[in-house]
């Protein structure tokens, strides 16, 4: 078999390792050859280098698979952002990946030359892809290794014949997914949907936590996700935040940061009854609700509280007046709700809502309850709004919808919502790991948003990874600039 025309090409330094390919996919790959000699027959396409190598990490066993994410090769190094999304795809597929630094030598590292270069962080090691990857874009490049000998076990050793042919299953065993990757190459537009990302109220936050962790140093404790991102809360649990479920897990007199979404009162004196040194990140947004639920039950009147039951906004909403606020999820809801007094209602919304979804119960309700009062000002965030309305926009040109976030990200998962009401396929995903290369079929245009809690980089990494299917060319439609800032609590200023 030999290579056909494409929009993608699978290397494979030797024949062994091209048949343990090739009957996963549709053409055989191209066996570029061992070392420094070898040679790519196309420089301009996207291409996998796949083949087998030696682990340099204990945790990297034989016939796991090593993804990388940046080739090493002598002193010059490389980035390959294809990586989080190839080794999604295969993670799914049921094998054991690994993502990391590949080294590449030109002979076989064994002994103390390899111990040293374990010191160095990589992963594994091989004679090829550096030195193809000179050759080719490393932008567009992918390199998946299965192990065959590590430290312990090397490649002189009776049991490399048992090791190479289960390394060679691997590779077979991801055949279809390189198959998969090569399906989707070719060129794309995103369009990114502006603003996105980080939220006034969500910057705040994560900025009272590490401020917290630089004054009183670690740890901090932080009650609940500090903001619905699990990227977010890995980060700051490195630098020295630990999470809990409650206040009684905290240490008395310790540091405790209650998290953007707000809180009861009765944690409040939970927190007091504990002697902690309580920092409070609630979104002022936030704050502005619960004020408005003191303000109208104070006066007598029963709350329709519009939101999700279960979210912590709405957990710590109702903690205020917990005998007169009724949660109000749906349409359905508002046309059946009761209350003791239809004279004295008030409404108030979580503040990450679908703003036509929220505005259809709150139509409902004031029908039904001519009196309802409605708060001050509107209780939907600027942010959810803004990123809602950006999103139409983007969703009228594209094939497709990416929203970055988290899945218990309320604002989030509402933005894939807005997109499939609008028309257009849509998936919420954590990072670049989580798309799924099916999703690309047919895919031309893209849109891509983030939730108000979701890392701007790992936007970039989604475009970047994206990039390396093909020509991909980059704009954006919504545009609203946001200026919002909050203002820090005492304790961290």
């Known amino acids: 078999?030999?290579?056909?025309?494409?929009?993608?090409?699978?290397?494979?330094?030797?024949?062994?390792?091209?048949?343990?390919?090739?009957?996963?996919?549709?053409?055989?790959?191209?066996?570029?050859?061992?070392?420094?000699?070898?040679?790519?027959?196309?420089?301009?396409?996207?291409?996998?280098?796949?083949?087998?190598?030696?682990?340099?990490?204990?945790?990297?066993?034989?016939?796991?698979?090593?993804?990388?994410?940046?080739?090493?090769?002598?002193?010059?190094?490389?980035?390959?952002?294809?990586?989080?999304?190839?080794?999604?795809?295969?993670?799914?597929?049921?094998?054991?990946?690994?993502?990391?630094?590949?080294?590449?030598?030109?002979?076989?590292?064994?002994?103390?030359?390899?111990?040293?270069?374990?010191?160095?962080?990589?992963?594994?090691?091989?004679?090829?892809?550096?030195?193809?990857?000179?050759?080719?874009?490393?932008?567009?490049?992918?390199?998946?290794?299965?192990?065959?000998?590590?430290?312990?076990?090397?490649?002189?050793?009776?049991?490399?014949?048992?090791?190479?042919?289960?390394?060679?299953?691997?590779?077979?065993?991801?055949?279809?997914?390189?198959?998969?990757?090569?399906?989707?190459?070719?060129?794309?537009?995103?369009?990114?949907?502006?603003?996105?990302?980080?939220?006034?109220?969500?910057?705040?936050?994560?900025?009272?936590?590490?401020?917290?962790?630089?004054?009183?140093?670690?740890?901090?404790?932080?009650?609940?996700?500090?903001?619905?991102?699990?990227?977010?809360?890995?980060?700051?649990?490195?630098?020295?935040?630990?999470?809990?479920?409650?206040?009684?897990?905290?240490?008395?007199?310790?540091?405790?940061?209650?998290?953007?979404?707000?809180v009861a009162p009765s944690v409040r004196v939970q927190a007091a009854e504990r002697h902690l040194q309580v920092i409070d990140a609630t979104c002022p947004l936030v704050a502005k609700v619960h004020q408005e639920v003191r303000r109208f039950t104070g006066a007598g009147r029963t709350v329709f509280l519009i939101g999700h039951a279960g979210h912590e906004e709405v957990v710590g909403t109702t903690g205020e007046a917990p005998d007169h606020v009724v949660l109000v999820e749906s349409t359905a809801d508002a046309r059946r709700v009761e209350v003791p007094d239809p004279e004295r209602v008030s409404y108030v919304m979580q503040t990450t809502l679908s703003v036509e979804e929220a505005e259809e119960i709150a139509a409902i309700l004031r029908e039904r309850f001519p009196a309802l009062q409605a708060p001050r000002r509107d209780d939907i965030c600027y942010a959810t709004s803004n990123r809602q309305q950006a999103i139409r926009e983007v969703a009228a040109v594209t094939d497709l919808i990416l929203v970055v976030g988290s899945p218990n990200s309320s604002n989030s998962l509402r933005l894939a919502e807005v997109a499939r009401a609008a028309g257009t396929r849509a998936h919420l995903i954590e990072d670049a790991s989580a798309l799924e290369l099916r999703w690309l079929r047919g895919a031309r245009r893209i849109g891509i948003s983030a939730g108000a809690s979701a890392p701007p980089s790992l936007v970039t990494e989604l475009i970047n990874a994206l990039a390396a299917l093909g020509d991909l060319q980059v704009t954006q439609a919504g545009g609203v600039t946001e200026t919002m800032q909050f203002t820090l609590p005492r304790e961290v200023v």
């Not at 196309?42 to 945790?59: E, F, I, M, Y």
């Not at 094998?95 to 992963?123: P, Y």
């Not at 590490?210 to 977010?232: K, L, S």
Request: net charge neutral.
């Open 1 to 262: 078999m030999t290579q056909t025309a494409c929009r993608a090409q699978v290397l494979t330094p030797l024949r062994l390792e091209r048949m343990a390919l090739e009957h996963g996919m549709r053409a055989a790959p191209y066996v570029s050859g061992r070392g420094p000699q070898g040679r790519a027959p196309r420089t301009d396409l996207p291409t996998v280098v796949a083949g087998v190598a030696g682990s340099l990490a204990p945790h990297v066993r034989p016939a796991d698979l090593v993804v990388a994410d940046r080739l090493r090769t002598g002193r010059t190094e490389v980035a390959l952002p294809s990586a989080p999304l190839l080794a999604g795809a295969l993670r799914r597929a049921g094998l054991t990946v690994h993502v990391g630094t590949v080294e590449t030598a030109d002979h076989v590292v064994t002994g103390a030359e390899r111990r040293r270069l374990a010191t160095s962080g990589a992963l594994a090691v091989d004679t090829e892809s550096g030195y193809l990857a000179m050759q080719l874009d490393p932008t567009r490049l992918a390199v998946v290794r299965a192990v065959v000998d590590t430290d312990d076990d090397p490649l002189v050793h009776p049991g490399t014949l048992k090791r190479g042919v289960a390394a060679l299953r691997s590779l077979r065993a991801a055949a279809p997914v390189m198959q998969d990757w090569l399906d989707v190459c070719g060129d794309r537009t995103v369009v990114r949907a502006e603003p996105q990302s980080f939220c006034a109220g969500v910057e705040r936050a994560i900025e009272v936590v590490e401020r917290a962790i630089a004054i009183h140093g670690a740890p901090v404790y932080v009650r609940r996700q500090i903001v619905h991102n699990t990227h977010v809360v890995a980060d700051l649990e490195r630098r020295g935040a630990v999470f809990v479920h409650e206040l009684d897990e905290v240490p008395e007199g310790a540091v405790a940061v209650l998290a953007a979404h707000g």
